[in-house]
């Protein structure tokens, strides 16, 4: 069975740093690209960034682009996002998700969805 | 980036179909052919409904179904039933290097 689970959210200052993690298991976690995905409260989904199965191809929403960063472990089968220089419209509900190809960039669709870990940016 | 754009809802009576556009440009949906829908009840994660425009994950049932005309995408879902509410999201690689999802349908059953 394919499980994600996200950790690290919480309250955060404007302007703070927060680490988002994700822990898989019950697939080869080397072999697929992995995306973070947001959700503000009562809004739609914004895909924030991918990394492919090698590190090799990362990408991000302009919205987040030099502020946060993407990263994969794959000796601990885990996912992270720092996020630096947190604004209140990054407040959401992240979710960890796994893509459906190894190289995201060309082209991606997300099969698999963790629960979401939720980051509150308040002073 | 834009998103892509959808109805904010659509409604149909048990046993009907419905159909929910997702509407980009030639730089993405347009452009090639992974498109993919999601389902999200509330307070749920979303769920992968339909994948590279046509098909259909593993345990979705064939009353889902996808296709896609030049820049516009579109979910059907058939023989509506009670479960079908919620809410219904379309997303597409773009050509500039990103993921793109739409603004999100409500789908209603009378």
């Known amino acids: 069975e394919v499980q994600l689970v996200e950790s690290g959210g919480g309250l955060v200052q404007p302007g703070r740093s927060l680490r988002l993690s994700c822990a898989v298991s019950?697939?080869?976690?080397?072999?697929?690209?992995m995306h973070w995905v947001r959700q503000a409260p009562g809004k739609g989904l914004e895909w924030v960034s991918g990394?492919?199965?090698?590190?090799?191809?990362?990408g991000y929403a302009d919205s987040v682009k030099g502020r946060f960063t993407i990263s994969r472990d794959t000796a601990k089968n885990s996912l992270y996002l720092q996020m630096n220089s947190l604004r209140t419209e990054d407040m959401a509900l992240y979710y960890c998700?796994?893509?459906?190809?190894?190289?995201?960039?060309?082209?991606?669709?997300?099969?698999?969805w963790g629960q979401g870990t939720l980051v509150t940016v308040s002073s | 980036q834009s998103a892509l754009t959808q109805p904010a809802s659509v409604s149909g009576s048990p046993g009907q179909s419905i159909t929910i556009s997702c509407t980009g440009t030639?730089?993405?949906?347009?452009?090639?052919?992974?498109v993919s829908w999601y389902q999200q009840h509330p307070g749920k994660a979303p769920k992968l409904m339909i994948y590279?425009?046509?098909d259909r994950p593993s345990g979705i049932s064939f009353r889902f179904s996808g296709s896609k005309s030049a820049n516009t995408a579109s979910l059907t879902i058939s023989g509506l039933q009670p479960e079908d509410e919620a809410d219904y999201y379309c997303?597409?690689?773009?050509?500039?290097?990103?993921?793109?999802f739409g603004g999100g349908t409500k789908v209603t059953v009378l």
């Open positions: 990394i492919s199965w090698n590190s090799g191809s990362i």
């Open positions: 019950g697939f080869s976690f080397d072999d697929y690209a």
């Open positions: 998700v796994k893509g459906g190809w190894a190289d995201w960039t060309n082209g991606d669709y997300f099969d698999y």
């Open positions: 997303s597409s690689f773009s050509r500039s290097g990103t993921m793109l």
């Open positions: 030639s730089s993405d949906i347009g452009n090639n052919h992974y």
């Open positions: 590279e425009v046509t």
